[in-house]
């Protein structure tokens, strides 16, 4: 007998499942993408469960015939490629034949169709892989695909799915990734009966984009346009002041396709280089056109990866994109007076207008600031970055030419005391560097505190000493402000809202993925609340709520004390800078700020003498 057999095809289908059926949201995905192919306008979406129970896709396209409806079934039956050639130019998103023979298998399944051209319709189930029953009924033109019991006869499979929270999070998202793509359709989801989201068709894709974004982005969303070559950029890409703590903001499309690609995402961090600190990611929509025979999309069963045949320029292209765009956008607010703009700017005069005045408030402001520190002398003669031949303060290295980014070294982790008293209070203050940076001078030598990430650190203490105080020093605001999050996003705050009033957040649903925030924390007083929220909902949303209370807790408060520190760029009287070193003192640890960065560095007198060659 021999040992080497050919695989059943209900087993091979199987197989070919856990490749392609990843999860429920791998279902919907491959659903839409043959919605969106057989040019419906309309695609609604109907889950139960979080998919468990139930997925139902239903579309007004061209339908498929009786013979058609029986083939689709069949594995690597497809009507989009029929030679070689074609599959190195896929202008589909669907194309390899093995998404509905894979989810028939491990489902209860069911597919009723009708072609435009025809009279009656095709209704198939399929039960595990085999065909039950295939029969004629009157149906609407189009296709509508259902799934029941998902991995009912491959429990192993179906143990590892997570909750029906987490498996719904997930069929929003791709829910939302492939509507953002393709705003000439209407789309709808529904859960449990409830719907979710239901776009309309929209002629602007920007209201699309915006829909899906969130509105509170509409100011801060910024068109992209760029050609050159074979490859065309188009898009939206947020504010460097708009930013997230994690990449799922990010939408990139290729032909229409939404993928992920770590190439696109690279050239989109290059673009917004110098503009965003580490672990801060962009919100966008950037929309790839490409030669379909310069992409190859035959690389990953979910087709969710591609692989360019020229990499380079497509990262250049990007890059330029972004990069031209925030040139274009910062200009007017340095440019002088007499400035012109281009033809493209719809309103040049205003916004030059806004942005003399706003030169003329900061230069008055430094005029001001300077004329106060006039006696400990000029800002401009102490540099906190030396540039090339002068050793690095802290390692001692040598610098490079360009922008120096300062690691994390030991000398940051394991400081020892700054100076013999070891009390910040105790320095003399020579003034502010960029209204960013307390410059201070010591016994042996210099010490520069970054405000922000001091005033974060006195913070973050405070508010973990007084956490059985807070809610006591928790003010109500006149107005509470409501505010829509997504659907995983929202899910997430609903579980930790016991735990934000414990901090002194007052918040409450609002119906559906709407909440109202009643109150804050005092020191939050003066911020914005939205922004607030939507950050810890983001960090929560990434370390897992199955994080301890006590890590959810200083996660919340880290969050809330960047929100409430000073700002960069702020100008400090002498009594603020006084009593933010005694605050400073009073902290367990006041070398870092609770994200692990350095509150300050210092420049010994010795290191100082070398570099001016007044000591060898």
Not at 26 to 47: H, R, W
Not at 353 to 363: C, M
Not at 542 to 567: F, K, N, W, Y
């Amino acid at each position: 007998m021999t040992k080497i057999r050919i695989l059943p095809e209900i087993l091979s289908n199987k197989i070919a499942a856990g490749e392609v059926v990843e999860r429920p949201a791998s279902v919907v995905k491959e659903l839409l993408e043959n919605a969106i192919d057989a040019d419906s306008t309309q695609i609604f979406i109907d889950v139960e469960q979080g998919g468990r129970s139930l997925i139902r896709v239903s579309d007004n396209g061209m339908g498929m015939s009786h013979d058609d409806a029986l083939l689709a079934l069949e594995r690597y039956a497809t009507s989009k490629i029929y030679k070689d050639e074609d599959l190195f130019s896929i202008h589909t998103l669907g194309f390899r034949g093995e998404a509905l023979p894979s989810i028939a298998a491990v489902s209860r399944f069911s597919i009723v169709t009708r072609d435009r051209s025809e009279d009656a319709g095709t209704e198939i189930l399929v039960d595990g892989g085999r065909i039950k029953k295939v029969s004629e009924l009157g149906a609407p033109k189009g296709t509508m695909v259902t799934v029941r019991q998902l991995f009912f006869n491959t429990p192993a499979r179906r143990k590892f799915l997570k909750t029906i929270g987490t498996e719904m999070g997930h069929i929003a998202d791709i829910f939302a990734s492939v509507a953002l793509g393709h705003p000439e359709l209407q789309f709808r989801l529904t859960h449990n009966g409830k719907t979710i989201k239901n776009w309309p068709v929209t002629a602007e894709p920007f209201d699309r984009v915006v829909d899906v974004l969130g509105g509170d982005l509409q100011n801060n969303l910024y068109p992209i346009d760029f050609k050159h070559d074979r490859v065309s950029i188009s898009g939206w890409i947020s504010s460097p002041h708009v930013t997230r703590r994690t990449s799922r903001g990010l939408y990139v499309y290729v032909n229409g396709r939404f993928v992920r690609d770590r190439i696109v995402q690279h050239a989109l961090f290059e673009g917004y280089s110098q503009r965003l600190v580490k672990g801060q990611f962009p919100v966008a929509a950037v929309l790839i056109n490409i030669p379909f025979d310069d992409v190859d999309v035959n690389v990953h069963p979910t087709k969710n990866e591609v692989r360019f045949a020229q990499q380079r320029r497509v990262h250049e292209a990007v890059r330029r994109a972004v990069a031209q765009t925030l040139y274009e956008v910062d200009r007017p607010r340095w440019a002088p007076v007499g400035f012109s703009g281009d033809a493209r700017q719809s309103k040049p005069a205003q916004i030059l207008d806004g942005g003399r005045e706003e030169f003329g408030r900061s230069k008055a402001a430094g005029e001001k600031g300077n004329a106060e520190i006039a006696a400990w002398g000029s800002r401009s003669q102490i540099d906190p970055y030396p540039k090339s031949g002068i050793p690095h303060p802290v390692s001692g290295i040598q610098p490079p030419q360009s922008v120096i980014r300062r690691p994390l070294t030991e000398d940051y982790k394991i400081q020892t005391g700054i100076w013999k008293r070891k009390r910040f209070a105790d320095m003399r203050v020579i003034g502010q560097f960029h209204n960013t940076y307390i410059v201070c001078e010591t016994e042996d030598g210099l010490i520069l505190l970054d405000q922000h990430a001091a005033h974060e650190r006195i913070l973050f203490e405070q508010l973990s000493a007084r956490s059985a105080q807070t809610r006591s020093s928790a003010q109500r605001l006149l107005v509470p402000e409501t505010i829509e999050l997504g659907y995983r996003e929202a899910g997430v705050l609903e579980k930790i809202i016991p735990n934000l009033g414990e901090l002194g957040l007052d918040v409450e649903p609002f119906g559906g993925n709407t909440f109202v925030v009643k109150s804050v924390p005092a020191l939050l007083s003066e911020r914005e609340v939205k922004p607030l929220i939507v950050t810890i909902v983001e960090t929560i949303v990434e370390i897992g709520t199955s994080a301890g209370l006590p890590e959810l807790l200083d996660q919340c408060r880290m969050v809330m004390a960047c929100h409430a520190a000073l700002r960069a760029h702020q100008a400090l009287s002498d009594k603020q800078i006084n009593e933010l070193l005694h605050q400073l003192d009073r902290c367990d640890n006041p070398s870092h700020c609770p994200h692990g960065r350095p509150t300050w560095i210092r420049w010994d007198l010795n290191t100082l003498e070398k570099s001016f060659k007044r000591i060898v």
